[in-house]
């Protein structure tokens, strides 16, 4: 079953094609990697299938679907869930209050139930902490709660990014180089973090820079290179085909396609 399906998304800033004409159809159970040069269009695909932007062309399924408009709450409902590539992090509040925050799409009570101190929500508030808990858990952060987020180190701090899109239970998560600035052991802490969310049943796209990581971890990569498609395959036939190395030199000279590829 393909939990997410894009056909012919297409969006322009200004005259500039940012995406052109891109469609993916991504399995369940899967981590579906998005690579291409710094502006070849990966976070905006990611802001078009999260509903950030709307598309000028094309359309989106979500679990065979139309999802296209929708916004990203109501994206959110439905399970998808993501992370952004700048840490969207609120420094003086503590680890589990960040987290408690990417909850509260699942909270029924509004704020008129607050005020009147309806019943259900203590209850409520009950569920987002465990559920905020449990995400933590899953990011390796089970027992920093009460920290503030600003004290924690910085690959901690992408982990707490994960943990937050996790706590809303999604069925697909968009990670946005989740190992963008990691140092090698951060980054095996992320890649340890995707394999065990994947092997919960949530299927991961994912857009990163560390190539090792994209290559050992994705079972297909798509390759987009001015905002068109490029290429899809798996990483081997990805890691091989010329048009990628080229795209890579093209923009940013031998040394990246070197440590990319090698
Ligand atoms: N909101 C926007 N307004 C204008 N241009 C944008 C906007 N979002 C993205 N772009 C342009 O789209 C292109 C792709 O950007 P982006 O998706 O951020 O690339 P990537 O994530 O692959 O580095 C770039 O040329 C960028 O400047
Ligand atoms: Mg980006």
Known sequence: ???????G???SFGGVRAIDDVSIAIASGQVFSIIGPNGSGKTTLFNLVSGIYLPNDGNIRLAGETVTGLAPEQLARR???RTFQNLQIFSR??????????RHRHERTGIMADLLHWPSVPRQNRATRDAARAALARAGLAGEDDRPAGSLAYGALKRLEI???????PKLLLLDEPAAGCN???TQDIDRIIRAIVKDGIT??????????????SDRIHVLASGRTLTEGTPDQVRSDPAV???YLGVHGSQEAVRAFD
């Not at 079953?1 to 056909?7: R, T, Y």
């Not at 943990?163 to 239970?169: F, G, M």
């Open 1 to 7: 079953m393909m939990v997410l399906e894009a056909n």
């Open 9 to 11: 998304l297409s969006i």
């Open 79 to 81: 399970g998808l869930s």
């Open 93 to 102: 509040m503590t680890v589990l209050e960040n987290v408690m925050v990417g």
């Open 163 to 169: 943990a937050r899109a996790l706590a809303s239970e």
């Open 184 to 186: 090698p052991v951060e």
């Open 204 to 217: 991961v796209v994912l857009v990163e820079h560390d190539m090792r990581l994209v290559m050992n971890i």
């Open 245 to 247: 190395i080229q795209a």
